[in-house]
């Protein structure tokens, strides 16, 4: 069925809402897509040699996501940091990165969402998307560049009709 809706939604209906309970779905299938094609960028390749992790955090906290590549211990590694990274987003609803600099110019109490600074990720790759009524999906990526993370959810996201970044 996931194949039939990615074939639906990719086709020349992409402004056609998709069934917001199959979002995060499409967004990891999205990124499945994707991952090759970053990897032929050096930077990623050389980061990474393969490995990385995606997660999003969806409605009702459902989640989604792979991890990617051959060593079981590199691709933990990076789901683990994924995951912190989707968490604070899903918590804050901002991105990674940008959460913290607004934490440390004193703009948000970190305390106001449950977080405390050494929790804070503060790498980039958390990006807030939401679904066309307003819910937030928190995802992630980890194992390249922090804005290379961040680029392929975006560009994952803009794939996928009903999504926004948030």
Known sequence: MLAAVLRD??????????????????????????????????????????????????????????????????????????????SQVWATGHATGRFEELVYAGKLNEGDFGLHRPDLIGWEGGVPLRCADGTLLAAAFSGFPGERDVAIVKEAAARVPGLSLG
Do not use: H, Y
């Open 9 to 86: 939604c990719c086709s020349d209906t992409m402004n056609t809402p998709v069934d917001e309970t199959e979002l995060e779905s499409l967004l990891a299938e999205q990124v499945r897509q994707l991952v090759p094609v970053f990897l032929q960028e050096k930077a990623c390749a050389d980061m990474s040699s393969g490995n990385a992790a995606f997660l999003v955090i969806g409605r009702g906290g459902r989640i989604a996501g792979q991890v990617f590549g051959t060593e079981q211990s590199r691709g933990r590694w990076c789901l683990g940091i994924a995951l912190r990274k989707a």
